[in-house]
């Protein structure tokens, strides 16, 4: 289930990211989704990106002697095969996204398609994405240092930054799936001294806000 995460969600559009639905859940009962009103609702005809992001003031503070920054995410999807899909991005400002490649995901499902070059949102064409249909849960885990160092031209990984993470869906201007499925989401950090991996910073999802082309889904440390 979504563990920690607490509150409520407000309610948008049809494109909107949902927030939490009593959905059929990998663990619990509740899950956070982007697609329809209902639990088998498509999501809709758009040509905008919705995203999913800490919330914006705040963000995910690793440790400064953190290695292995990892988040792991149970999920299943319904999107339109090669057209619609979701991806992640990181951040270590809330302003510019890297794209978080397939080559970082380390374990479990990864990207299976591309979207549409044909009729995308801006910068949504030929994105590496979880497209197709997965009907059950399943686990990714995705190792986040290379991407900070991308970001920061360092070799330091994670450690002593600052990360937004970006669940981000992406549909063209038709449609096809109940969207995207998120549940159990959990950012790992392993630092010296401890003996196991701990999260960095307990992660608690609070609200649904946006406007249209950027719904953010807020959460906070």
């Known amino acids: ?28 009962t509740q899950i956070f989704r982007f697609g329809g009103t209902t639990c088998t609702g498509d999501y809709a005809t758009t040509r905008q990106l919705s995203w999913a992001a800490p919330k914006g003031a705040t963000g995910i503070a690793g440790p400064a002697n953190a290695t292995d920054t990892r988040v792991t995410f149970n999920h299943r999807w319904a999107f339109e095969t090669g057209y619609d899909g979701g ?28 979207t549409s070059t044909t009729c995308p949102p801006t910068g949504g064409g030929g994105v590496s994405v979880f497209t197709n249909t997965q009907t059950t849960f399943v686990s990714t885990v995705v190792d986040l240092d290379p991407v900070c160092n991308t970001i920061t031209g360092g070799s330091g990984g994670c450690a002593g930054q600052t990360v937004w993470i970006r669940f981000t869906a992406i549909g063209d201007c038709s449609t096809g799936g109940d969207g995207w499925f998120l549940d159990d989401v959990v950012v790992t950090a392993d630092v010296p001294g401890t003996s196991c991996s701990t999260a960095p910073e307990p992660v608690q999802v609070l609200t649904a806000t946006g406007t249209t082309g950027q719904n953010v889904l807020e959460w906070v440390n």
Do not use: E
């Open 1 to 28: 289930g979504l563990g920690d995460w607490t509150s409520g969600f407000s309610v948008g559009s049809a494109t909107d990211w949902r927030g939490i639905q009593a959905c059929t859940a990998a663990s619990g």
């Open 87 to 114: 991806t992640l991005r990181l951040s270590l400002d809330n302003s510019a996204f890297a794209a978080v490649p397939s080559s970082a995901i380390v374990s479990g499902t990864a990207y299976n398609g591309t």
